[in-house]
């Protein structure tokens, strides 16, 4: 069963930063395309940035070029550094698999206000 924790989060805000992590209990973890999602307040879960096996790396629009997602198979870990955060950026964010999705994990929460 591969479990997903989620960390990093705060109250940051506007045009701050945050870097988030996601530690994948499997050690199949390097064999994934692994992936960010995010769930805005009152709204359906949404992709935010996947990230391949060798590295590539594919972004949802609003985010590009402010976020950044990484990997280090070493250490079973997945991160995402956020940039020249938004109020729009407000959600709780989760970690998973790109495809095949597993049992979500509890999220992260990231607040971007004043």
């Known amino acids: 069963q591969v479990q997903l924790v989620e960390s990093g989060g705060g109250l940051v805000q506007p045009g701050g930063s945050l870097r988030l992590s996601c530690v994948v209990s499997?050690?199949?973890?390097?064999?994934?395309?692994m992936a960010w999602y995010r769930q805005p307040p009152g709204k359906q879960r949404e992709f935010v940035a996947f990230i391949t096996t060798i590295g590539n790396t594919n972004y949802e629009d609003s985010v590009e070029g402010r976020f950044t997602i990484s990997r280090d198979n070493a250490k079973n870990t997945v991160y995402l550094q956020m940039d020249s955060l938004k109020s729009e950026d407000t959600a709780v964010y989760y970690c998973?698999?790109?495809?095949?999705?597993?049992?979500w994990g509890q999220g992260t929460q990231v607040t971007v206000s004043s």
């Open positions: 998973n698999k790109y495809i095949a999705p597993v049992d």
């Open positions: 499997e050690s199949i973890f390097k064999f994934y395309t």
